[in-house]
């Protein structure tokens, strides 16, 4: 039996560690990110991306307050404050029948809240 994809994520976010990501992801992954125009294609940019989210949105107040799912579909509502930013944000994602996420997408709201997670993610994904 396939592995719950986002029972997985949710231990990947609250151990706050990337250790994981790498077999959760499958090789034909798509990210797209509320700040890059075009999508991320493959597992190694998506493990990369979501990576580097799992240290900037790892904060005490991080957490998934809705979650709607489906069989290979679930959309994952969540909030935390980022230097003084209250950020409320969507995360979509879709997986196959083997459990590995094919489709990570990430909605983010207000403006303040694009432009401090674009700078932040900027600086992580540099550091790489």
């Known amino acids: 039996m396939p592995q719950d994809p986002i029972a997985t994520w949710h231990e990947l976010v609250e151990s706050r560690s990337a250790n994981g990501l790498d077999a959760l992801i499958a090789e034909d992954a798509v990210f797209h990110s509320p700040v890059v125009h075009t999508p991320q294609v ?13 240290k900037v949105f ?8 809705r979650q709607l799912k489906d069989e290979n579909n679930a959309v994952l509502e969540f909030e935390l404050e980022l230097d003084g930013i209250q950020i409320n944000g969507v995360d979509m994602i879709q997986w196959n029948d083997a ?18 997670i674009h ?7 540099q550091a790489r």
């Open 42 to 54: 493959g597992k190694a940019i998506t493990v990369q991306y979501l990576a580097a989210a799992l």
């Open 58 to 65: 790892a904060t005490d107040d991080f957490s998934y307050v």
């Open 99 to 116: 459990g590995k996420i094919t489709e990570f997408k990430v909605m983010l709201r207000p403006l303040k809240a694009v432009n401090v």
């Open 119 to 125: 700078q932040k993610m900027g600086a992580m994904l």
